[in-house]
């Protein structure tokens, strides 16, 4: 299984920034695609963005223009930036793979709270 390390989570003021990073124990090269889900109280987990081994990315319709999903292959590391945050982005953040034989790997999660 591919370890993953979130961080970067925190609590941020309405209108704020952060930016969640995801360690990944191997090369992402490697890895057919990698992506951000989130899960608030009471709701199921979703979908945030996610980014191919391509390079195409995909983002759930509420953080449209507001969140940013890179890599940087040289360390192994996954970002999302996120801008512009409601108090509705509150949740926990896990970081997700997808290996070459589509096999999935979860991270801990970090927690984004975001106060009005």
């Known amino acids: 299984q591919v370890q993953l390390v979130e961080s970067g989570g925190g609590l941020v003021q309405a209108g704020g920034s952060l930016r969640l990073s995801c360690a990944a124990s191997?090369?992402?090269?490697?890895?057919?695609?990698m992506g951000w889900y989130r899960q608030g109280p009471g709701k199921q987990r979703e979908l945030v963005a996610m980014?191919?081994?391509?390079?195409?990315?995909n983002y759930g319709d509420s953080v449209k223009g507001r969140f940013t999903i890179s890599r940087d292959n040289a360390k192994n590391t996954v970002y999302l930036q996120m801008n512009s945050l409601k108090p509705e982005d509150t949740a926990v953040y896990y970081c997700?793979?997808?290996?070459?034989?589509?096999?999935?790997?979860w991270g801990q999660g970090t927690r984004v709270t975001v106060s009005s």
């Open positions: 191997v090369s992402i090269i490697s890895i057919n695609s």
């Open positions: 997700n793979v997808d290996d070459l034989l589509h096999r999935a790997s």
């Open positions: 980014i191919t081994r391509g390079g195409s990315t």
